[in-house]
């Protein structure tokens, strides 16, 4: 591990702070303990001595570290969200330091069925010689996403300690409640204050993500007719088995999430609950083709018609809600915000790849907040997982990246989007 930076011990420290995302609660955030840590991130940067320090009324932490430069530059903003997953547990994570990975499976000692291994995860070959983190084999470790947070917080330290690296503006945000699709809901865009910015919130080393899915919600509604069970021969029509004849009437070849790949969209079932009488589906709807996804909710109610016409007295709706939009629609009118995270990456000794998302990151949605935000890599991998790792090392590059790129926003022309 590098000498100059304290992103491990950061790391390890955030990951022990239950930040779990609630997503059947309607306050926000969805679940105040996420506070526990946006209020320890407040005083660390406090500490760090940033200006504007703030946590709002929503769990929001801002930051500024001020120009140190006499021209005018663009603000920029890194953000990465403090949440974790509610697809595992976040509560009592005990994260183990493994050094010098020597490639060999890693059996995590609270639950020895927890394996890690490279033929699972390949990417494992490529971190031979690093030092790996992972949890102890019954909850997530919360690499997504604080392993971004962690390489912001020491970017942060890094640019306190040298002031004679040059830089414009720079906006540190923490966003909650990204894990269930809600992360910059109630943000202050006023307040941010910013002209464009990077999500620290990617996988593997040397990624630059500026394509994600488009994204709707959906929740399919059947109602059916309630009867005596022991009295409902040509009476009853039970909702629950029309919820579940229309899952099951969902191609099973495509069109799903374990069928697809690159930019394939997909429709998912989430989950299923109700009654004899009344029956709900929840789906998320995905497609790197906005376009493309207009189709999908004449489909799924295509589908649920064929479902309540063979029976006769049952009824169904269907309500669709826009979650995000693909980034790309917005970033390719500003090539350069994306391009100078490549360079940035090369001046820190990386090859950098453009990958695609088949999900989405608050960057999605910001984008169309007016903050153009493609996506940097954090090492975090096998997410919303037990298995979940992240490579130092992995984080320390993203650190130098960072450092390169405030450097390349202070040199090179940009325009504004």
């Known amino acids: 591990m590098s000498e100059k930076y304290k992103v491990a011990e950061r790391f390890m420290r955030y990951v022990q702070i239950d930040t779990t995302a609630d997503p059947n609660s309607i306050s926000f955030p969805s679940s105040a303990k ?13 500490d760090l001595g940033l200006s504007n320090v703030e946590i709002d009324e929503w769990s929001y932490v801002f930051a500024t570290i001020p120009t140190n430069v006499s021209h005018s530059l663009p603000t920029i903003c890194f953000c990465s969200h403090m949440d974790t997953a509610p697809d595992c547990s976040g509560t009592n994570v005990k994260p183990i330091l493994h050094r ?7 059996t995590l000692p609270d639950d020895p069925s927890q394996v890690l291994r490279t033929n699972d995860h390949p990417y494992l070959l490529e971190k031979i010689g690093d030092d790996l983190i992972t949890a102890s084999g019954l909850t997530l470790l919360g690499a997504d996403d604080k392993a971004g947070v962690a390489i912001i917080m020491e970017l942060a330290a890094f640019l306190q300690a040298h002031s004679e690296i040059p830089h414009g503006n720079i906006r540190i945000l923490f966003t909650p409640d990204e894990e269930v699709g809600r992360g910059v809901e109630q943000l202050d865009m006023q307040k941010l204050k910013a002209d464009f910015g990077y999500t620290l919130d990617g996988g593997p080393l040397g990624d630059i993500e500026d394509e994600t899915f488009s994204a709707d919600a959906a929740t399919i509604t059947f ?9 409902a021969k040509g009476k009853m029509i039970n909702a629950i088995k029309l919820a579940s004849e229309f899952v099951a009437s969902l191609p ?42 207009q189709s999908y909710p004449e489909k799924l109610r295509a589908i649920a018609e064929q479902v309540v016409a063979a029976h006769p007295g049952a009824r169904f709706e269907l309500q669709v809600q826009e979650q995000y939009r693909n980034m790309k629609e917005i970033l390719k009118d500003v090539p350069f915000v994306a391009d100078y995270a490549e360079l940035a990456m090369q001046k820190a000794g990386l090859t950098p790849k453009r990958a695609i998302i088949r999900g989405g990151t608050d960057g999605s949605r910001l984008s169309f907040m007016g903050l153009p935000c493609p996506n940097i890599f954090t090492g975090e991998m096998a997410i919303h997982s037990k298995l979940e790792y992240v490579s130092v090392q992995d984080m320390e590059k993203a650190i130098d990246t960072l450092v390169e790129l405030v450097q390349i926003w202070q040199t090179h022309p940009w325009t504004q989007a």
Request: a negative charge; proline letters at 6%; zero cysteines.
């Open 100 to 106: 010098n990975y020597n490639g060999q499976p890693i």
């Open 34 to 46: 996420q506070r526990d840590l946006a209020q320890l991130l407040y005083s660390e940067l406090v």
């Open 252 to 293: 099973k070849d495509s069109w799903s999430p374990e069928t697809t790949a690159q930019r394939q969209g997909f429709v998912h079932p989430t989950s299923i609950a109700g009654a004899l009488e009344k029956a709900s589906v929840q789906l998320i709807l995905r497609d790197h083709d906005t376009a493309l996804m």
């Open 223 to 231: 109602h059916g007719v309630s009867a005596h069970p022991g009295y």
